[in-house]
Nanobody, 122 residues
Framework: VQLQAFGGGLVQAGGSLRLSCAASGRTFSSYAVGWFRQAPGKEREFVGS????????SYVDSAKGRFTISRDSAKNSVYLQMNSLKPEDTAVYYCAATRSGATYNFGGYDYWGQGTEVTVSS
């Protein structure tokens, strides 16, 4: 499966962005999807994940209550809705897919998108 993440940009603190992860090549509903981010000089960090069915999501503590992951099987897409953005959310965001169960471990994902940059100004 090929993944493409897009939707990043520059936003003021308190604003919102919706990132999209579009898949091509195979049925996306067969894959759990994770979102990760990497800020300059920092390690890649788990943001959240969604199960194959979309019935289960998981988030890092800093994203709980602000970020929501959803999926649309008809569009072969997964979304990361980010609200109440903070400067510390600034990073390159990546989506990743696995045919195994969703996990917070980036090593558990087989396919990665190219990343989309999010910058939150204070």
């Amino acid at each position: 499966v090929q993944l493409q993440a897009f939707g990043g940009g520059l936003v003021q603190a308190g604003g919102s962005l919706r990132l999209s992860c579009a898949a091509s090549g195979r049925t996306f509903s067969s894959y759990a999807v994770g979102w990760f981010r990497q800020a300059p000089g920092k390690e890649r960090e788990f943001v959240g994940s969604i199960s194959r069915s979309g019935g289960s999501t998981s988030y890092v503590d800093s994203a709980k209550g602000r970020f929501t992951i959803s999926r649309d099987s008809a569009k072969n897409s997964v979304y990361l809705q980010m609200n109440s953005l903070k400067p510390e959310d600034t990073a390159v965001y990546y989506c990743a897919a696995t045919r195994s169960g969703a996990t917070y471990n980036f090593g558990g994902y087989d396919y990665w998108g190219q990343g989309t940059e999010v910058t939150v100004s204070s």
